[in-house]
C-alpha cells in the first residue's frame, strides 16, 4: 500500500507508476487548456503559434507537429546535459495528442469575435495552470521548453531569466508565423498571461514549485532495478 510519503519522493515503483498515471491525465486535461487557446482564435500562444505553422506547411496534424517540437526541445536538453525525468517524455506526446483528440471530436467550435475568444483562451490558460501544478506534483521532471529555458538561463549568466524566456516565445512566434501560424492579440495574452495566472493558481493550492524535487530518469530507472531485484 502506498503511503503519501513514499507517493511524494517516487521511492517505489508503485509510486513511480501512480504518478505517471497522474502526469498523464494531468497533461491530457492540459491539453484541452491549450485546445481552447486555439480555438479562441484570436491568435495562439508562441509555442503553438511554431506548431499550427508546421502542421500548416507540412500537412500534419497539430499533435504530429507538437510530438515533433517536443522531442526536438527534449534531445536539446539532453545534448545540454540538463535533468531529464519521466513525465518529459509523457509531456511530449500526450498533450499534442489530446488536442488532436479533440479537434477531431470538435468539442467546441472555434470563436467567431474577440469577445467570445478572450473568455475563451483565460478558461484555457486557467486550466493550463491548474494542470500544471498537478503534473509538476508528480515530481517526475518538468517540461523539456522549461528544462530548456532553464538551461539557456543558465548558460547566458549576465541575462535576466525574463530575457530569455521573451527571446525564446519571440523566436518560436517568428518561425511559426513565417510558417503561416496564427498570430494575433491572443498570442500576446499567452506570452504575458500565462506567468500570472499560474503564479495565481499556484497560490490559490499553497504550491510552491521551487520546492518540488524532480526525480531524474536514472534515479527512477535504478527504483524499479532495486524492486525486480529484491
Not at 515533433?68 to 519521466?86: F, Q, T
Not at 495528442?97 to 484555457?124: E, Q, Y
Not at 548558460?155 to 527571446?167: D, N, Q
Not at 499556484?202 to 529484491?230: C, I, N, P, W, Y
Amino acid at each position: 500500500m502506498l503511503n503519501w510519503k513514499s507517493l511524494k519522493e517516487n521511492r517505489t515503483g508503485k509510486a513511480i507508476l501512480a504518478n505517471m498515471v497522474l502526469a498523464a491525465v494531468s497533461l491530457f486535461v492540459n491539453g484541452f487548456g491549450v485546445y481552447l487557446t486555439i480555438q479562441a482564435n484570436i491568435g495562439a500562444g508562441p509555442w503553438d503559434v511554431l506548431n499550427l505553422g508546421l502542421s500548416k506547411s507540412l500537412g500534419i496534424l497539430y499533435g504530429t507537429a507538437s510530438i515533433a517540437v517536443s522531442y526536438g526541445i527534449l534531445g536539446i536538453d539532453i545534448i545540454l546535459k540538463e535533468p531529464i525525468g519521466i513525465a518529459m517524455f509523457i509531456d511530449a506526446f500526450v498533450v499534442g495528442k489530446a488536442v488532436d483528440l479533440f479537434n477531431r471530436l470538435d468539442v467546441v467550435h472555434k470563436c467567431s469575435s474577440i469577445k467570445t475568444g478572450i473568455p475563451v483562451m483565460l478558461i484555457g490558460l486557467v486550466i493550463m495552470a491548474y494542470t500544471q501544478y498537478t503534473y509538476m506534483s508528480a515530481s517526475l521532471g518538468c517540461g523539456p521548453r522549461d528544462t530548456l529555458l532553464v538551461a539557456l538561463a543558465k548558460r547566458a549568466k549576465k541575462v535576466p531569466i525574463g530575457v530569455v524566456s521573451i527571446t525564446l516565445l519571440s523566436l518560436a512566434t517568428f518561425i511559426g508565423w513565417l510558417l503561416g501560424g496564427p498570430v494575433g492579440i491572443g498570442t500576446l495574452i499567452c506570452a504575458f498571461a500565462t506567468g500570472p495566472i499560474m503564479q495565481m493558481a499556484f497560490m490559490s493550492v499553497k504550491f510552491d514549485a521551487t520546492h518540488v524535487h524532480h526525480q531524474h530518469l536514472g534515479d527512477s530507472v535504478r527504483v524499479f532495478k532495486e524492486k525486480k531485484a529484491a
